[in-house]
């Protein structure tokens, strides 16, 4: 036995973390609890605080039946309860004992009723503890508003093994004053008080038990569709339900305690039939007899789809690593679940992934393996991003590289799309003749002109839908150019290796014809022996400046010795240059005017021009020339 202050006490087990115990009149201050004599070497002190002193027992009792009038009224409008279907004899057992405790407290003698007083107090009710479910008699879900039957089946055996705990106490004390052969009018007021207690307690048990027996809360089977579609990217609701089933007999090993509960009440319950019974005889009252106990939990379950409460289920093992699956709860009870694929492809793709429901607080989980297909969502049209009309290096990339913009119907950026890329005009190479868009749905390539091709080279950029056929916008076309004028600036000074005025090769000797033995410095014969080309300004399509210097060697006629005198000299001549944007042609002025038009033809490492020039000094006639620079 547990002793506290020094005294036996009876201890009553209730769920796994309370224990009620039974206590005599203790004097105020300090206690020691005893555990020794149940083998536990251990002892706790507690504190007895100041009694409140009774100095109206009748006012006790009179409170005391006055809520037993009252829960007995509460429990009444469950009678007709379709589910509950709470029996009548049990409201009139409590007011058969109510009335037993009116009709005898008067006749105790004063002493009699302080000590019947305390006890009352002791084991006063309150009505509004014994309020019953009001359950849903389709599903029996429980309270409403509830939306999971785990939580409502948990509550219920809470409250099943509150009612145990709380009715034991009065159950133990009226067997041991219903066991004294010849009770006393105070025993007997004592018993009735009990039995009042006890089936206030009982009823309550006997329900929430019910509650156990019949809710449909153990999962059995997640149930889903066949097959699920999941659209890339695209937000689907989905509502699993599950089939959820009862308690039967075959569970009473994975709920070995609750079934020991149950063993308890059913024993609770015969033993507070004798003692009514014997109440009933000594009283001679007339009552309805209480009915027999009725297991609460039956031989067989019936099952129940519930829709899943998605805060108890998460998706796992989803069989394609590519595909990810991402969900939220949503506000109508189910889930928002988007799924993506990261990775290259506009085909259908079958994939697996199971929903995992766990119910942790009776210690049950159940897995079902989802059949889906994820269907990409497929390109609408391409769009050209960056990179288009520009001019560069024949033999080197161009400085940006050429990007497109893939997007669905709804305007969204797609990513994984695969953009193939072809030249089309003026040869040239690609870094990658496909490429995939990344997460802005942008996709590119690198491009290099082709060294010897001059005017518009074009690069084609190709999108297709699943089916094969181009989307929208494809191809999309990019165009460049060799950028003459920014290769001759980029370059700066170029040799001079070719110059031909009207047919004439000036790096060859020109003969003069003046071999009359004129003065000195007329020449006979003249060539270029070399030359540069240097070619400045901010910007190629803008006028610069272009300066050409030579080396010559000039010959002179000795008639004396009828031989030639060699002369270098040098000559430097500057024009102004552009490249017309409408032609592509170079253009050399003087003075504001036009005087020279070239066709380039642009090679790895040297640029031929072919055209007309004017000699500014004989009028505005113009003859053909041609010319060739070639890098340093």
Same mark, same amino acid.
């Given at each position: 036995m547990i002793k506290v202050g020094g005294k036996e006490v009876m201890a009553i087990e209730g769920d796994s973390n309370k224990v009620a115990f039974v206590m005599p009149i203790l004097p105020e201050g300090k206690v020691t609890i005893d555990y020794s004599g149940i083998g536990i070497n251990k002892q706790l002190d507690m504190t007895v605080g100041t009694y409140t002193p009774i100095t109206d027992p009748g006012a006790v009792a009179s409170t005391f039946t006055t809520e037993l009038g009252q829960i007995a009224t509460r429990f009444q409008a469950h009678v007709a309860d379709p589910v509950i279907q709470l029996e009548p004899a049990f409201i009139t057992a409590i007011n058969q004992q109510r009335q037993l405790i009116t009709d005898n407290f008067p006749k105790l003698s004063p002493a009699e009723q302080l000590e019947m007083a305390y006890l009352l107090k002791g084991m006063m009710l309150n009505d509004a503890d014994f309020a019953l479910v009001d359950h849903n008699p389709d599903n029996y879900r429980g309270i409403k508003g509830m939306i999971d039957p785990e939580d409502e089946w948990i509550r219920a055996r809470v409250m099943f093994y509150g009612s145990i705990t709380a009715g034991s106490a009065s159950f133990w004390l009226a067997t041991k004053l219903a066991s004294y052969p010849t009770p006393t009018p105070w025993q007997w007021v004592g018993i009735s008080a009990c039995v009042a207690t006890n089936l206030a307690c009982i009823v309550i048990a006997k329900s929430e038990?019910?509650?156990?027996?019949? %809710?449909?809360?153990?999962?059995?089977?997640? =149930?889903?569709?066949?097959?699920? #579609?999941? !659209?890339?990217?695209?937000?689907? @609701?989905?509502?699993?339900?599950?089939?959820?089933?009862?308690?039967?007999?075959?569970?009473?090993?994975?709920?070995?305690?609750?079934?020991?509960?149950?063993?308890?009440?059913?024993?609770?319950?015969?033993?507070?039939?004798?003692?009514?019974?014997?109440?009933?005889?000594?009283?001679s009252s007339a009552?309805?007899? %209480?009915?027999?106990?009725?297991?609460?939990? =039956?031989?067989?379950?019936?099952? #129940?789809? !519930?829709?899943?409460?998605?805060? @108890?289920?998460?998706?796992?093992?989803?069989?394609?690593?590519?595909?990810k699956l991402a969900y939220t709860l949503n506000s109508a009870g189910g889930f928002d679940v988007t799924a993506t694929r990261e990775a290259v492809g506009l085909q259908d793709r079958p994939f697996t992934y199971d929903i995992e429901y766990t119910q942790s607080g009776i210690g049950r989980s159940k897995t079902k393996t989802v059949n889906a297909v994820f269907q990409p969502v497929q390109p609408f049209a391409v769009f050209l991003e960056d990179g288009n009309n520009q001019s560069g290096k024949p033999g080197e990339a161009l400085a940006k590289p050429l990007q497109v913009k893939v997007i669905d119907e709804d305007g969204k950026r797609l990513a994984f799309i695969e953009v193939e890329w072809s030249v089309k005009l003026g040869g040239g190479s690609l870094s990658s003749g496909k490429s995939i868009t990344n997460a802005q749905g942008i996709a590119q390539t690198t491009w290099t002109l082709k060294v010897g091709a001059s005017g518009d080279q074009k690069v084609e950029a190709i999108v297709k839908k699943a089916d094969g056929t181009p989307v929208y916008g494809a191809p999309t076309v990019f165009t460049a150019t060799t950028g003459l004028g920014a290769l001759l600036v980029a370059e700066g000074t170029w040799n001079l290796t070719a110059y031909q005025p009207a047919g004439s090769d000036f790096f060859q000797f020109q003969d003069r014809g003046n071999k009359a033995c004129y003065p000195a410095g007329v020449y006979d014969k003249d060539r270029i022996v070399s030359g540069t080309y240097t070619f400045s300004g901010i910007d190629p399509f803008i006028v610069g400046t272009t300066t050409r210097s030579t080396v010559d060697e000039m010959q002179t006629y000795n008639c004396a010795t009828g031989t030639y005198t060699k002369t270098l000299g040098s000559t430097t001549v500057s024009h102004g240059w552009k490249i017309d944007a409408q032609t592509g042609k170079l253009v050399f002025t003087y003075q504001g005017k036009e005087v020279g038009w070239f066709d380039a033809t642009v090679y790895e490492n040297r640029i031929t021009f072919s055209g007309r020039a004017t000699d500014v000094k004989e009028g505005e006639a113009t003859s053909s020339f041609y010319f060739e620079i070639k890098k340093k």
């Open positions: 038990a019910k509650n156990i027996g019949e %809710l449909k809360a153990l999962i059995e089977e997640v =149930k889903t569709p066949p097959s699920l #579609k999941f !659209i890339g990217g695209k937000l689907q @609701k989905l509502n699993p339900v599950g089939s959820f089933r009862n308690l039967n007999q075959a569970d009473k090993a994975a709920f070995a305690a609750l079934f020991e509960k149950v063993t308890k009440l059913e024993n609770w319950y015969n033993g507070l039939v004798t003692i009514t019974n014997k109440v009933k005889s000594i009283f009552s309805m007899d %209480l009915p027999p106990y009725t297991n609460p939990i =039956k031989a067989q379950s019936t099952v #129940k789809e !519930i829709t899943l409460n998605p805060a @108890k289920a998460v998706f796992r093992n989803v069989s394609d690593p590519s595909i």
